[in-house]
């Protein structure tokens, strides 16, 4: 099934959605993006069911053909601090803020968000199903997120973010055990880390 842009009334519509949300490690990354009217893309879709080939090569085509696009991230650090609802909320923020077209309405996947200034918004769950503009901006929000990831597993290699890029799998969390947190681990996660393991 096509994916579909919300409204044509709206010239400037920015999709926006994070990454890394339910992770242990690293910040979470999140991406704004406008697309032109007559984009289309049939391997455009949510960014979960799509391969990493595939998001690879929607990353490319995303940010050669849109009108505007912008990635931000926020730190494990500041999300132990305001935890990772506001802090998902807040790199959304800094992402639109850096789009170089201002969007006339912003599209946002999932059900909570805080106005960004003066711009009207429509929350919608499962939006990246959904959506063009926020599959969109999915993609780039996973795929920048992931190569982070990559980087700092050179530093980390023990934690297995090469594979599980930060998210709660059996290794990663049985490597905490053995390894202790490291800088890039999200202190405030701390029960989710500490789950008792079931052999």
Known sequence: MLLKHYSKKHQREAGCDEAG???LAGPVFAAAV??????????????????EKNRNILRKIIEKEALSWAVASVS???IDEINILNASILA???AIEQLKTKPDFLLIDG???KKYKDIPHLTVVKGDGKYMSIAAASILAKTHRDE????IHQEFPQYDWEHNKGYPT??????????GLS???RKSFRTAIQTRLEF
Do not use: T, V, W
């Open 170 to 179: 059996l290794k990663h969390k049985l490597s905490i055990q053995q390894f």
């Open 21 to 23: 949300r339910g992770c």
């Open 92 to 94: 959304m923020h800094l």
């Open 148 to 151: 982070y990831m990559l980087r």
């Open 34 to 51: 406008i697309l032109p009217a007559d984009f289309e893309n049939e391997l455009l879709n949510d960014s979960k069911k799509l391969s």
């Open 76 to 78: 494990p650090e500041k």
């Open 111 to 113: 059900n909570r968000f």
């Open 183 to 185: 800088p890039h681990h």
